[in-house]
């Protein structure tokens, strides 16, 4: 039923929207709402604009994936042994709290212009919800879970690929949603500033070239493909952790 | 002569509420085929003394040997099924069964085969594919007795494993363990605080003293199996326990 609502919610606010940029009749504060949608449908068939956002995408995907190679080893690692725990968190909860915005300045510095920044930028927002995720999920191991596995002659290598993994990773997979949502917002703003091909750039380039309606038409698009990953996300989560799905779903 | 527990303390050490004696010179000894019974009062150590049996915790003084070999640490020969089951949730039924024999690099057609046969000792055909979460609690807890049993321990440890049952399910899921034991032959040590589980199912019962978790009593029960609850033989053993552990009880008041 709530989907249904959605639609109404929807309507209702293209409405608004339509009639009030008729009334403001300034493209730079609201645009034409009809002209906006057309250039919305337009951009999916755009090469132009595929072609950004097919960058941008497979930024993402670098960079996320750099991230998870660092921050789930290296979450495993901190939430099993106290003694690296104690040793990496002053550092790991001093880095984090640098705004992303921050680094910007410093990546271009490091990795100068092109893919090198917007790597790190998605990297780097995104490894933190991963890594603290991955803690406290391995933090939360049920010890019974570990000594079951060890009666049952389980050698370590083992106990961490059947035990340990499989049950932080739900958790793991929170941290990757969010850090993916992060890496998504935080990707646009290294691209503003360190590349001239992207998505962002494109956002950039329309807001440089007064084209409004193209501005607002990339700005949702940008909402869209993130609401999209989103949901692959949401997928792979059901798929790999199937199993905590199984009860709920015999009870409908 | 399998399991030898001699002499064995274990101390908990907190510098803010000071030291816990939980076991203090414990000693005995189970017999191939024995089923025998920990009972006490809440608190007193028989988890404890379990799990040192398990190899997860070391003893402090004394020493546990099975088969003329201290325990120094976990091994399949010494199957644990815990007081919540810890099965693994990630896994189907068969997985969790087949668990330990896939650690021990056994070859898959024998993993089947031996998997297809502690179902049928248990009733649990055609369940293997399920996930744990889908399981009543009465079958998880013979998910969880034939994964220990699955590379033939030596010993099975059993730490209440009844504790999270009704009291209807309890009598039949007494009654299937006893059965499910007697298939698969081994030597048991279960913990309980129902002295009508610990009749039931013991061969000898041991009787633990709360606070410093000393042996109390140790007592045979002498009873032809399948055993009836309403014989009045049982009822002897069972009155004769209650008073047990209600002197187990009492001593840890006076302390
Ligand atoms: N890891 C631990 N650290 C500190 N104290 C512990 C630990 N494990 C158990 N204890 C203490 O040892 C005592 C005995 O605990 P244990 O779990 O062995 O009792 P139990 O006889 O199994 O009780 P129950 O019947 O309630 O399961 C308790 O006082 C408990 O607080
Ligand atoms: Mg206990």
């Known amino acids: 039923m709530g989907w249904v609502y959605f639609i109404i919610l929807l309507a209702v606010l293209f409405t608004v929207w339509h009639f009030a940029a008729i009334a403001i009749d300034r493209d730079i504060v609201l645009p034409n709402f009809a002209a906006t949608m057309r250039q919305f449908f337009r951009n999916w068939t755009d090469a132009r604009v595929m072609n950004g956002l097919f960058i941008t995408l497979s930024r993402v995907v670098r960079g996320f994936g750099i991230a998870v190679a660092i921050g789930l080893p290296l979450g495993i690692l901190m939430g099993s042994a106290k003694i690296v725990r104690d040793a990496l968190s002053p550092f790991m909860n001093s880095i984090r709290q640098v705004p992303i915005m921050a680094w910007i300045p410093l990546a271009l510095v490091w990795f100068g212009m092109g893919d090198g ?128 799905f199984k009860n709920a779903a015999e009870n409908k | 002569m399998p399991l030898k527990i001699n002499n064995v303390s274990k101390t908990f050490r907190d510098k803010k509420i000071g030291d816990n004696v939980v076991i203090r010179g414990f000693s005995t000894e189970i017999n191939e085929g024995e089923f025998v019974t920990l009972l006490g009062p809440s608190g007193c150590g028989k988890t404890t003394l379990l799990t040192m049996v398990g190899g997860f915790q070391s003893v402090d003084s004394g020493s546990i040997a099975l088969d003329d070999k201290e325990i120094e640490g976990p091994s399949v020969e010494r199957g644990y099924v815990f007081q919540n089951y810890a099965l693994f949730p990630w896994m189907t039924v068969g997985r969790n069964i087949t ?140 009155n004769g326990l209650t008073d047990l552990l209600r002197k187990a009880f009492k001593y840890d008041k006076e302390r």
């Open chain 1, 117 to 244: 920044p917007s790597l790190f930028i998605i990297a780097i927002s995104t490894v933190f919800p991963i890594l603290l995720n991955t803690i406290s999920a391995v933090m939360g191991v049920d010890p019974n879970h570990i000594n079951a596995a060890k009666s049952m002659g389980a050698s370590l290598p083992k106990i961490i690929l059947t035990v340990i993994l499989p049950s932080a990773l739900p958790n793991f997979l929170i941290g990757a949603r969010l850090g993916l949502g992060l890496a998504w917002m935080m990707v646009m703003c290294a691209e503003f500033v360190a590349t001239n091909e992207g998505f962002g750039f494109l956002i950039l380039n329309s807001q440089q070239g007064f084209q409004f309606p193209t501005l607002y038409s990339l700005v949702i698009m940008s909402g869209v493909v993130g609401y999209g990953m989103d949901l692959i996300m949401r997928l792979i989560e059901r798929l790999l952790t199937s199993w905590r």
């Open chain 2, 99 to 238: 668990y330990s024999l896939r650690m021990q690099g056994m070859p898959k057609d024998q993993q089947e085969a031996r998997l297809k046969e502690l179902l049928e000792m248990a009733h649990l055909t055609g369940h293997e594919g399920k996930f744990p979460i889908q399981l009543s609690g009465g079958m998880q807890q013979r998910v969880a007795v034939l994964r220990a049993l699955a590379s033939r321990p030596r010993i099975l440890l059993l730490d209440e494993p009844l504790g999270a049952v009704d009291f209807q399910m309890r009598e039949i899921l007494q009654n299937e363990l006893a059965s499910l034991v007697e298939k698969a032959g081994t030597t048991v040590m279960m913990v309980t605080h129902d002295v009508s589980e610990a009749v039931f199912l013991s061969d000898r019962v041991l009787v633990m003293q709360s606070g410093g978790g000393k042996l109390m009593d140790d007592v045979k029960i002498d009873l032809p199996r399948p055993r009836d609850r309403s014989s009045d033989q049982f009822k002897t053993y069972t």
